[in-house]
């Protein structure tokens, strides 16, 4: 635990030295500098990592040896190309296992700093830094191909932020630029989709965007939540009708504990309370904020989406980490609001700011911590190597 807690601090401090660099100074060498210490920083941590993460050894070390020996790989479901690319591109530079996963952090790592730095006028891109440091850093270490592709679509998201049209502007042109934003945001999940295929779901944001940025449309999107909430509901009976279809069956085992009949309070203190609950404070400021609309939505659909983690098994709730991912930036959009719209008032908002982050402190201490979620503790680095294979030996023996 006390490994991640300075990994934790050590990255946030030097996230916070970067966003007040870039607002004391003028000079950006220094700010470059503490950018690439930000990155490099976790990046080399999850990089010299041995045997850390629920697939770490069992799943990404066999990618890799088999890569080396040159054996096809299939191991019941295909890996896809853009992971296969990168442990062949590291062989050919005689480079070892763990400059695979220090480069698959390094790009899950680079694409959500300069992600989160889209929207540095409008939150505290420390405060985001932090906030995907407890929710999402550890996961990297299990689901490394998931979360680069994450990753890359999150970076993505800054396309779909596509201004109204001027009026003194030609329609012709704002076509071209509407086009392009589109183009740009495409290529984006293309690339993710090299990584897990899961990510070409995500074109579907190109859709979702008119009507999740505008509050004009929020019966609609009110719509769209009901209707994913009540197939989810309803998934087992549609679950055994689909999977009657031969071009279902092959992805039954992701669904493969179906039928449980209770959500729970956890479900709740996890996703309801942070994610929803304070949009009806904060609701006023997401509103005239398209880009917050549309991540506030995209908030809710992985609430939603979790349900199947709850409903199915793990498998399910994967599907919505392309959306989950917005709470980085949400996050801290709900505590600057906090603080604006009872600045004047501070036994007001330092208690539900305190309360606000203590809770998500609290669900990264019992996921991470208590439960082990991703198998990620203990941190074990390659130079424990020969201690930790005496250990597993003498517990084998």
């Not at 790989?73 to 590291?90: A, P, T």
Request: aromatic content about 18%; charged content about 20%.
């Amino acid at each position: 635990m006390l490994a991640y807690i300075v990994i934790i601090l050590v990255s946030v401090g030097l996230a916070l030295a970067t966003e007040i660099a870039e607002k004391k100074t003028n000079k950006k060498w220094i700010v470059n500098i503490l950018t690439i210490c930000t990155i490099l920083f976790p990046a080399i941590i999850a990089g010299i990592r041995y045997k850390v993460g629920t697939d770490d050894i069992k799943v990404y070390k066999s990618i890799f040896e088999s890569a080396k020996d040159g054996i096809y790989i299939n191991r019941g479901r295909k890996i896809e190309v853009g992971y296969i690319l990168l442990n062949k591109l590291v062989i050919f530079m005689n480079g070892n296992y763990n400059v695979v996963i220090f480069i698959a952090s390094l790009i899950t790592i680079s694409f959500t700093y300069f992600g989160i730095r889209h929207y540095k006028d409008k939150i505290s891109t420390a405060l985001a830094w932090f906030f995907f440091l407890i929710l999402f850093y550890q996961r990297s270490f299990n689901l490394i191909r998931q979360m680069m592709a994450v990753a890359i679509v999150f970076f993505g998201f800054r396309y779909l932020d596509i201004r109204d049209k001027k009026e003194d502007e030609e329609k012709k042109k704002y076509i071209l630029y509407y086009l392009s934003q589109t183009l740009k945001y495409t290529i984006c999940v293309l690339v993710a989709t090299t990584f897990h295929t899961t990510a070409l779901m995500m074109l579907i944001a190109i859709f979702l965007r008119p009507i999740y940025s505008n509050s004009k449309y929020k019966y609609i999107s009110l719509a769209t939540f009901v209707i994913l909430l009540t197939v989810i509901l309803n998934f087992k009976a549609i679950y055994n009708f689909t999977m009657q279809t031969p071009l279902f069956q092959k992805y039954a085992t992701y669904f493969r504990t179906i039928g449980k009949n209770h959500i729970g309070l956890t479900y709740f203190i996890k996703l309801v309370i942070p994610c929803i609950v304070p949009y009806f404070f904060m609701r006023k400021n997401i509103q005239k904020d398209k880009e917050m609309s549309m991540l506030f939505c995209f908030t809710v659909l992985s609430t939603i989406l979790y349900l199947l983690g709850y409903l199915t098994n793990t498998h399910g709730e994967r599907i919505a980490h392309y959306f989950q991912i917005s709470e980085i930036i949400l996050f801290p959009f709900y505590i600057k609001g906090f603080y604006e719209n009872w600045k004047d008032k501070k036994n007001i908002y330092i208690p539900i700011i305190t309360a606000f982050l203590t809770l998500n402190i609290g669900i990264w201490y019992n996921d991470y911590i208590r439960k082990n979620m991703d198998e990620t503790i203990p941190y074990r680095t390659i130079f424990q190597k020969d201690t930790i294979d005496k250990e597993i030996e003498k517990e084998d023996y």
